[in-house]
Nanobody, 124 residues
Framework: QVQLVESGGGLVQAGGSLRLSCTPSRRTIITYDMAWFRRAPGKEREFVAGIDWSGSSQWYKDSVKDQFTISRDNGKNTVYLQMNSLKPDDTAVYYC?????????????????WGQGTQVTVSS
């Protein structure tokens, strides 16, 4: 069983940056594809960014392509989401997710393991 722990959320002013981290609590994620999702108040959980197990391939929600960067350090068993130029619309709970390696997916149903989420609040 893989357990994921997110960190790095918080309150930031519009235009600011945050870096989220996702670390497994028990088991290495070195062989897993990883992704970040988010759920804004009153909305469904949506895909934000994904990265394959090797870090060589990334895929993004179109609206965040030039704003967010997903990366991973397999030596540290950690996945990151660098978020720049944050806007109030980015306010959400951000979730880390993992699945065995395969074709890059944006569907939450394809991910087997989830963290508890970290709150990101962007003030105007």
């Amino acid at each position: 069983q893989v357990q994921l722990v997110e960190s790095g959320g918080g309150l930031v002013q519009a235009g600011g940056s945050l870096r989220l981290s996702c670390t497994p609590s028990r088991r290495t994620i070195i062989t897993y594809d990883m992704a970040w999702f988010r759920r804004a108040p009153g909305k469904e959980r949506e895909f934000v960014a994904g990265i394959d197990w090797s870090g060589s391939s990334q895929w993004y929600k179109d609206s965040v392509k030039d704003q967010f960067t997903i990366s991973r350090d397999n030596g540290k068993n950690t996945v990151y989401l660098q978020m720049n130029s944050l806007k109030p619309d980015d306010t959400a709970v951000y979730y880390c997710a993992a699945r065995p390696p395969g074709r890059g997916s944006v569907n939450r149903e394809d991910y087997d393991y989830w963290g508890q989420g970290t709150q990101v609040t962007v003030s105007s």
